[in-house]
């Protein structure tokens, strides 16, 4: 009788490991995040390639963008749409969908985009790490990423230049 009051116990022991596993109780699973807590629109404050050699000048994208047409807008289904415009050129979007961690928002572009992306400097997918703004309800976002860039696909005056490793800083603050 004794020996059935162990097996009892273990089993009862093993019932309840496999119930908290299924309804998400280990340690081990992640926080479910939602689209709708990142959801809305960011204005870039920092848009900068700055190469390691220190005889280039870091490239400021947005010298080039008219800033009113160039933000972010994430969507309560996790799809994106980076709008931008260069001085002087039209309109364009760079569309796709995206995941979200508690830590950090993927941006993962529709393909046919490269060319669109290259051309702000951006590899696919793009990072960005949530970052706590003042006065504000939901989070900012930021990227600093170690990469290789062609920048006279950029602009004229890095014209002959080859690509050159460097980091490129992003930030974005949510729009009110």
Known sequence: MENMGYKWSFSLIIFIVLLATAFGCSKDNPVNVLPD???GTYDFDRYEFVPTASAIDPANVLDTLVVENSFLRLTSGGQFLLNYQFVNGPESLISGNFSISANRVELQAAAGSES??????????????????SNQTRDGLEMEN???????????????????????????????
Do not use: H, K
């Not at 992306?117 to 997918?125: D, F, Q, R």
């Not at 793009?126 to 970052?131: A, E, H, K, P, S």
């Open 146 to 176: 170690s990469q290789t860039v062609d920048l006279s696909n950029f602009s004229n005056r890095y014209e002959g230049l080859p690509p050159v490793p460097g980091t490129l800083f992003l930030s974005l603050t949510p729009r009110n």
């Open 37 to 39: 807590e990142v959801a």
């Open 116 to 133: 669109r992306l290259t051309a702000l400097l951006l590899e696919s997918p793009i990072r960005l790490n949530r970052v706590s703004v």
